[in-house]
C-alpha cells in the first residue's frame, strides 16, 4: 500500500488508529482513517495478499474507516522488534501523508530512543521533530503552543474569557500572566492558531466524528 500512496495521487491523508496483534499467532487487526478516493483506494487493498480481509465504513464522500485483518509480514516483524526489544511504546495514531511518509510518537527512556536510531537501516530516512519530557495533556491538541502561550489559554479558560457570555477580560487574563494586555492578546492569538490548526490538520477524523 505504501507504492500505492507513492505513485499514485490517490490518498491525501492516513492514520493507523488502532492495532491488535494475536499472542502467538501470525495475524493482526487494523483500523486505519483514511481520506482517498475511494474505488482505486479499494482495488488496491483487496488486491494485497497479506490481508485476508477488510471492511471499509464510509464517514462521507472524502473520507472513511478501514478495518482490515492481515498476515503479519517479515518486514513488520523486523520494524517493531527495533521497538519492542529497547522497552519503548508507540502511541496512536500513526500519521501517513501522500507520500507514504509517516509521523509516529514513541515513549521510553532516552538512551533507548538513541539506540532505536543508531540501529535502524541505512535505507530507512528519519527525521526526529523533538525529544523531550513526555506530558500528554500538551500532545494531544496544543503540540505547537509554547509554554507560555499554553499557559496563557489555561488562565483564559480560567477566568471565564472563553465563557458564553463571556465572563473574565482580557485584562484579566494579563493580570494574572503579569504582562500587559496587547502581550496577553498576542500569545492567546498564537495558541489558539497552533491548536486550531492541530485539530485540522491532524485530529480530522476526530473533529468530522464529532460533528
Known sequence: MQQFIRERD????????????????????????????????????????????????????ESFYVYLCQETRPEDKTWREAY?????VVLPPIIY???????????????????????????????????????RRHKTIATDCTERQFEALQVAVETGYYDVPRNGTLADVAYELDCAEG?????????????????????????????
Open 84 to 88: 519492542t526489544t529497547l522497552d519503548l
Open 10 to 61: 490517490v490518498v491525501q491523508y492516513e492514520e493507523l488508529l488502532s492495532w491488535n496483534i494475536e499472542t502467538g499467532n501470525e495475524t493482526e487487526y487494523e483500523l486505519f482513517y483514511v481520506e482517498a478516493d475511494r474505488e482505486p483506494y479499494e482495488e488496491a487493498i483487496a488486491s494485497v495478499a497479506s490481508i485476508r480481509w477488510y471492511r471499509i465504513t464510509e464517514i462521507d464522500d
Open 97 to 135: 501523508d501522500s507520500d507514504a511518509s509517516f509521523e509516529m510518537t514513541l515513549v521510553g527512556a532516552g538512551d533507548d530512543l538513541r539506540t532505536l536510531l543508531e540501529t535502524l537501516p541505512d535505507d530507512l530516512e528519519v527525521t526526529v521533530d523533538a525529544i523531550g519530557e513526555f506530558d
Open 183 to 211: 502581550t496577553a492578546s498576542h500569545l492567546l492569538r498564537q495558541g489558539e492558531a497552533a491548536v486550531i490548526k492541530r485539530l485540522t490538520q491532524r485530529y480530522r477524523a476526530t473533529s468530522r466524528c464529532g460533528g
